[in-house]
């Protein structure tokens, strides 16, 4: 399983950007993709998570309604729009992906369950 994220970057306050998170090596057909970030120093943080099916959700309240969560599955890539970027959104952001099913129904929001993880890629939000 190989996941690259890509899309980082340097950008100022109040502008958009979009990550995507290129998934291959696996074939399972029930999974999930997840948008992660960290910190140095701080805990991380689940941001964004979407199925294989695509049902979606945003997990953290300080990005709702400025970033989206989208899939190409033809693409196998995922997406992270992040809009409206503010400087407490730099951090590195990581996709990471949760193979299905497991054994409760809202396996693919919990991000324990991410075992596959890319390299990530940094967004610095500059005042």
């Known amino acids: 399983v190989q996941l690259q994220a890509s899309g980082g970057g340097l950008v100022q306050a109040g502008v958009s950007r979009r990550l995507s998170c290129a998934a291959s090596g696996f074939t399972f057909a029930d999974y999930a993709i997840g948008w992660f970030r960290q910190v140095p120093g701080k805990e991380r943080e689940e941001v964004a998570c979407?199925?294989?099916?695509?049902?979606?959700?945003i997990q953290l309240d300080t990005v709702q309604g400025r970033f989206a969560i989208s899939n190409d599955n033809h693409k196998a890539t995922v997406y992270l729009e992040m809009n409206s970027l503010k400087p407490e959104d730099t951090a590195v952001y990581y996709c990471?992906?949760?193979?299905?099913?497991?054994?409760?129904?809202?396996?693919?929001?919990?991000?324990?369950?991410?075992?596959?993880w890319g390299q990530g890629t940094l967004v610095t939000v500059s005042s």
């Open positions: 990471a992906t949760a193979l299905g099913p497991r054994y409760y129904s809202t396996w693919w929001q919990n991000g324990n369950e991410y075992d596959y």
């Open positions: 979407i199925t294989s099916s695509g049902t979606s959700t």
